[in-house]
């Protein structure tokens, strides 16, 4: 009989899901999230200053606007589609370049990171026109309608060009990654222009680039012409899918799952922020930019900084405070004066790891249970219209309620935000308290242990 020990269901499954969360696309994704945080709160900020007369109706207040800052109101807009209206670009790009950067280093290729933002938008552009196959032949789409306008192929709206903005993210992640793909065969088979070592490596990288951009160009015009004569187009078909996993993640129970995960994950020691937010951030950044637009979608932008994960995973706040001010066990009590600013930040690795909250049974429920209770209250109070729609994109260290706020725009934000840190508090209690005592408990037979011996 072999001695060796079968491996268990635990150490499969984190093997497993750390090997997704180490995946070159996983990173990839998580990097492109990263780098347009700072785009969209310049965003948020600007278009916040258009809607402050919704938010301060006071008529003082809305007179003072409109006779100073409000006069500038279209120069916010501007600034906000600058930004949030070309969303797919910055996504899209951003992914290609992280995505280049890691092959480049992992498997020594001659890859230029920004020739992969360039020819993945190259690749996003080629599908954004909308043609149809008409006549034998592909054709322009001309709409001419109210909320529904399409001037030679290409759609616009009040923000710019209708597919490289919200809409376009998912078809830009699609194109960055098929882009990359064929980059990154091109210079691993030697499928390049190669220019004397005189030549200057800006002008040598470009004409690399060449023979990877032409086969791209090919590929995706070829991918496009198939569908249209088909009746369809890039855009239309991913819809499809995505479409069903936005309305999954649109849904409570969708949420409620989603939460779950996160939870489940981080108890196994796995990152499941990042896990599980590299399957929705390209979703809550898409509703957040049509709820701007008056869309009502609950799960949207910093949904889980600014109501659930108050602070950090696991919605541990109160739970931290407590143990700073009233916990009676040595361990605690010092942990939670390390933990107690960071904690105000949404930080709280020492407490996930130090106190722990891995791998520990008696916090299992209450680590699960918090955000879970907390995400309901809020898509509640969203759903039914209580607390304004995320609009804005607050940066997620932002403090409780301030984040609220700032997301929604509203004080009613605020308000939900404190009120789910409450909530959260009262679910850890029991547990935290029993965990305190049995840490007590320890302590004083330590203590007792160690005097008997002197």
Same mark, same amino acid.
């Given at each position: #009989? ?54 301060? +109706?006071?008529? &003082? ?43 480049? +280093? ?33 054709? &322009? ?28 993210? !998912? ?10 793909? $064929? ?11 190669? #220019? ?10 470009? !004409? ?91 799960? *949207? ?8 994960? #108050? ?9 931290? #405070? ?14 939670? +004066? ?5 904690? $105000? ?36 109070? $969203? ?12 940066? &997620? ?34 547990? $935290? ?18 005097? *008997?011996?002197?």
């Amino acid at each position: #009989m072999s001695d060796t020990a079968k491996p268990s269901f635990k150490d499969n499954m984190m093997k497993y899901l750390g090997k997704f969360s180490g995946s070159r696309f996983v990173r990839a994704i998580m990097g492109a999230g990263y780098s347009i945080i700072a785009f969209s709160i310049i965003g948020s900020m600007f278009l916040i200053l258009t809607v402050l007369p919704q938010v301060i +109706k006071a008529d &003082w207040f809305v007179d003072f606007y409109n006779a100073t800052i409000g006069r500038f109101n279209n120069i916010y807009t501007v600034i906000y589609n600058a930004t949030m209206g070309i969303i797919a670009i910055f996504f899209a790009g951003s992914f290609a370049y992280n995505y280049a950067d890691i092959y480049r +280093k992992e498997e020594n290729l001659l890859l230029d990171p920004l020739n992969a933002v360039f020819l993945t938008l190259m690749g996003l552009f080629i599908t954004v026109p909308q043609l149809i196959w008409k006549g034998g032949q592909t054709a &322009w789409v001309n709409i001419l309608k109210d909320g529904n306008v399409v001037a030679n192929g290409y759609g616009v709206s009040g923000s710019g060009l209708t597919r490289i903005g919200a809409t376009g993210i !998912f078809t830009g992640l699609i194109v960055a990654w098929l882009t990359v793909q $064929i980059y990154r065969y091109c210079m691993k088979h030697n499928l390049r222009i190669k #220019m004397p070592a005189s030549v200057p490596a800006g002008v040598s990288n470009s !004409f690399s680039a060449m023979i990877p951009g032409f086969l791209i160009a090919f590929i995706i015009a070829v991918i496009d012409v198939i569908l249209i004569v088909l009746g369809t187009d890039i855009f239309q078909l991913l819809y499809i899918p995505f479409s069903f996993i936005s309305n999954i993640a649109g849904s409570w129970w969708g949420v409620l799952i989603i939460f779950f995960l996160i939870g489940l994950l981080w108890w196994f020691g796995i990152h499941g922020a990042t896990i599980i937010s590299s399957f929705y951030q390209a979703i809550v950044l898409s509703n957040m930019a049509a709820n701007a637009h008056g869309a009502h979608l609950v799960f *949207a932008g910093e949904f889980t900084n600014a109501f659930v994960f #108050m602070g950090g995973s696991g919605a541990t706040l109160g739970m931290a #405070m407590w143990m700073a001010f009233a916990a009676k066990s040595k361990q605690l009590h010092e942990l939670g +004066k390390l933990e107690a600013v960071p904690a $105000i930040f949404n930080i709280n690795e020492p407490i996930l790891f130090g106190l722990p909250i891995v791998y520990n049974v008696y916090l299992f429920v209450p680590f699960l249970l918090a955000p879970m209770a907390c995400s309901m209250v809020a898509y509640a109070a $969203i759903a039914l219209r209580i607390v304004p729609v995320i609009r804005f994109q607050q940066p &997620w260290p932002t403090p409780i309620g301030l984040g609220g706020m700032i997301a929604t725009a509203s004080w009613q934000g605020f308000v939900l935000a404190v009120v789910n840190a409450i909530i959260a508090f009262f679910i850890w209690y029991p547990f $935290i308290k029993h965990y305190d005592n049995k840490l007590l408990k320890q302590e004083q037979a330590d203590e007792a242990s160690n005097a *008997a011996q002197k």
